[in-house]
């Protein structure tokens, strides 16, 4: 379904910073938990209960707004809740999800962009969970990075509305801006009718979270600000990858244009350099009679022929192309 670039660094971009440390600390932590601190004595009990009680996301009230008694809840729980799960199938899916679709959105994006975006969509959901489930009886604590999952779900339907997406169980494809509606929907049926122990408006509030992000918070100096700061944590990993320009910027070098907020969210960044070709070899190209022409089997490569190609991966990804088009591709990054 997610297609990456095939010139330059391809585990970069498979596997961007981002996502890789996301990873790695998840993992992480759900291996010291498991493995480590559960057998580790202290106080009566073990670490690791100690550690869910202090970490996980304690509820604020049970019955409407009757504060419970004792509870420990803490701010910075919003934050390392996220990082917390309750089991190795809950763990998998999370990390498979957050792969799937959060690789191809911070390459487009930006490392810096993304994390705060993920987080932030974290902690949306977790306010949603402590301030909403308590009104219709879901009062417990909460685990998982769902939450910040649904608003990259959110996102990648946003940015990739048309991108066919295999649901299950029916393992039809179906349009990402449809899959994304299937999914708030069930969510927000099963919010009000099931109590599973599922935070349900967890989930719906970490795609809210992304949608006011995309549509309004990005907007504002401050989010700027924090994106700059985020940046700056990995700048350092993602500026390798740039290293190589793809066949497309090789033929069109072209700085990136100025744009409006919503662009910015849906063009690609300089971290992802086959998708930033795509994106630069849209664009209108000064006429020069320097430009060399290029033919491949007899046939010459117009700037025609390229748009149509970008446009067949764009819309069905890099395997939808015939074996012609993917050889034209490969024999014009061997001639630049």
Do not use: C
């Not at 990082?83 to 899916?93: D, K, P, R, S």
């Not at 509030?205 to 700056?232: F, H, N, P, V």
């Not at 350099?273 to 209108?284: I, N």
Request: aromatic share 16%.
């Amino acid at each position: 379904m997610i297609n990456r670039n095939f010139g330059g660094s391809l585990f970069g971009s498979i596997m961007p910073p981002v996502i890789k440390t996301l990873l790695i600390i998840n993992v992480g932590v759900y291996i010291l938990e498991t493995f480590i601190l559960g057998f580790i004595p202290m106080m009566g009990t073990t670490l690791d209960r100690v550690f869910f009680h202090y970490f996980a996301l304690q509820p604020l009230f049970a019955n409407g707004l009757n504060y419970i008694d004792g509870n420990s809840f803490g701010f910075w729980q919003l934050l390392t809740y996220q990082f917390m799960h309750g089991g190795l199938w809950h763990l998998f899916f999370n990390m498979f999800a957050l792969w799937m679709f959060g690789m191809e959105l911070e390459n487009r994006w930006g490392s810096g962009k993304f994390l705060l975006y993920y987080l932030l969509s974290g902690i949306g959901a977790g306010l949603s969970q402590i301030f909403i489930s308590p009104f219709i009886g879901q009062v417990g604590p909460t685990v998982g990075a769902s939450g910040a999952i649904y608003g990259v779900l959110l996102a990648f339907g946003m940015t990739f509305p048309n991108r066919p997406i295999f649901m299950f169980p029916f393992f039809i494809p179906i349009p990402a801006k449809l899959f994304v509606i299937i999914f708030a929907g069930i969510e927000l049926f099963s919010g009000f009718s099931s109590n599973d122990g599922v935070a349900h408006f967890a989930h719906l509030g970490g795609a809210l979270t992304g949608l006011l992000i995309i549509l309004l918070l990005g907007k504002t100096s401050i989010y700027q600000s924090l994106e700059k700061l985020t940046g700056k944590l990995f700048n350092k990993k993602t500026s390798n990858t740039n290293s190589t320009r793809d066949f497309y910027s090789q033929m069109y070098e072209k700085s990136e244009p100025k744009s409006s907020f919503f662009d910015s969210w849906s063009k690609p960044k300089q971290e992802s350099k086959f998708e930033q070709s795509m994106y630069e070899a849209r664009q209108p190209k000064p006429q020069s009679s320097s430009r060399p022409t290029i033919t491949f089997e007899g046939e010459e490569i117009t700037q025609r022929r390229i748009d149509e190609i970008l446009d067949k991966i764009t819309a069905n990804g890099y395997q939808s192309l015939n074996e012609k088009e993917k050889r034209i591709l490969t024999e014009l990054s061997k001639k630049l």
